[in-house]
């Protein structure tokens, strides 16, 4: 049996035949689950990433047929996908330091207490990082610096910069300290130190 070609695939596709879509999920799933694992170390992630990938393909399936090249069009896709998430986890720690920022009173006891353990916890939960990542999330968390910016002063790729900084904030995340106290705490203390 000849093996249908991606053009064929993307026609079918066009046409609503989930077969010819489970034989393209198939085809690049685990190559694609490999580039994405490359970028992050967040499996639950990169498995968001790849199913996010094919859901927006099928939803837009009546123009699948304009892709040219399936491997490109899959790949920029997930590194675009990858880099939104960059994006919103920066959002959301800029959200959460204005939220502190806001609600923080430190005149109780109570509060000055509670603030001083997390900022103790986050601190332990940072210094737990290769010294590359720690760096990494430093500058990005206490400085609010960019990826450029990041670059520019440590001198390895934006890649790298952007792969370093997702993994450390992901092992942050894992991190049973902050499974006791909750992320937003954790991420939103970085930012007060800044």
């Known amino acids: 049996m000849k093996v249908p070609t991606e053009i064929d695939l993307l026609r079918r596709i066009s046409e609503d035949d989930r077969r010819a879509f489970r034989d393209l999920y198939q085809r690049y799933t685990p190559e694609l689950y490999s580039f994405v694992k490359s970028l992050c170390s967040d499996e639950a992630l990169c498995q968001d990433i790849v199913q996010e990938i094919f859901i927006k393909l099928w939803d837009n399936r009546a123009r699948a047929t304009d892709i040219q090249?399936?491997?490109?069009y899959l790949f920029k896709a997930a590194k675009n996908r990858f880099l939104n998430e960059l994006r919103r986890l920066k959002i959301q720690r800029k959200v959460?330091?204005?939220?502190?920022?806001s609600e923080i009173d430190t005149e109780t006891p109570e509060r000055q207490l509670s603030y001083k353990e997390t900022v103790r916890l986050s601190e332990e939960v940072l210094s737990k990082l290769s010294p590359k990542r720690k760096l990494i999330v430093e500058m990005s968390t206490y400085q609010d610096l960019s990826l450029d910016e990041i670059v520019a002063r440590v001198g390895i790729s934006k890649n790298v910069v952007k792969k370093l900084l997702y993994q450390g904030l992901a092992t942050m995340r894992k991190d049973e300290l902050l499974n006791r106290i909750g992320c937003l705490a954790i991420v939103?203390?970085?930012?007060?130190?800044?």
């Open 96 to 101: 959460a330091k204005n939220k502190m920022f």
């Open 188 to 194: 939103s203390s970085l930012l007060l130190m800044a």
């Open 69 to 72: 090249q399936v491997k490109a």
